[in-house]
């Protein structure tokens, strides 16, 4: 059931052309959330829920951890709810809709594991609004860094003050083009 809902919800990004990781770097990302082994994930950019399936499936099979989803957009959230429901995670997702940034700000509990992939520009602001509840140490996952520039005051931070490494995936829709995942373990 899981894989078959999942499945559909690429195939429903594809097709509509809502962003999502892929299968590549959804699986860079569920291994990352396997090593941490996290209490709490915090995710921005929830759209309709095919990274947080992902995030989730790992959660499930570790038996611990929930999953905070944050999305801008209230339909796209409703749908990514349909989604965990239909797998039989919803009880591990606490979904919020609003600017990330802000619903950041009222996490009052720790958090293990960060993971960046709402508007690019807005990456250091959400990391910011979270930083005094993140964990020593703490995992942060960002995509998109191929868009270096739209996040250049967040990548200098992270890659100046904790270990960081890029890693670089070809684009399924662009030939010759690539797209990365900065992954951070951040230390007070």
Request: a negative charge.
């Amino acid at each position: 059931m899981f894989e078959q809902v999942l499945a559909e919800v690429e195939e429903q990004c594809r097709a509509e052309r809502v962003p999502m990781l892929g299968p590549d770097k959804a699986k860079l990302l569920a291994s990352c959330v396997e090593k941490a082994k996290p209490s709490l994930v915090v995710e921005c950019g929830t759209a309709i829920g095919y990274s947080g399936l992902w995030i989730l499936r790992v959660l499930k099979t570790l038996g611990s951890g929930r999953l905070i989803t944050v999305e801008i957009e209230a339909a796209n959230a409703e749908r990514a709810r349909a989604n965990f429901e239909s797998t039989g995670v919803a009880d591990l997702v606490d979904s919020r809709i609003g600017d990330a940034a802000e619903v950041l700000k009222t996490i009052q509990e720790p958090v293990d594991f960060l993971f960046l992939d709402n508007n690019k520009d807005g990456y250091y602001a959400c990391f910011r609004a979270i930083e005094s509840q993140l964990t020593n140490p703490a995992t942060i996952v960002a995509d998109n860094v191929g868009r270096a520039d739209q996040m250049a005051e967040y990548l200098e931070h992270v890659r100046t003050n904790y270990d960081s490494e890029t890693h670089w995936f070809e684009s399924r829709r662009r030939s010759g083009r690539r797209d990365g995942m900065e992954v951070s373990i951040y230390r007070r």
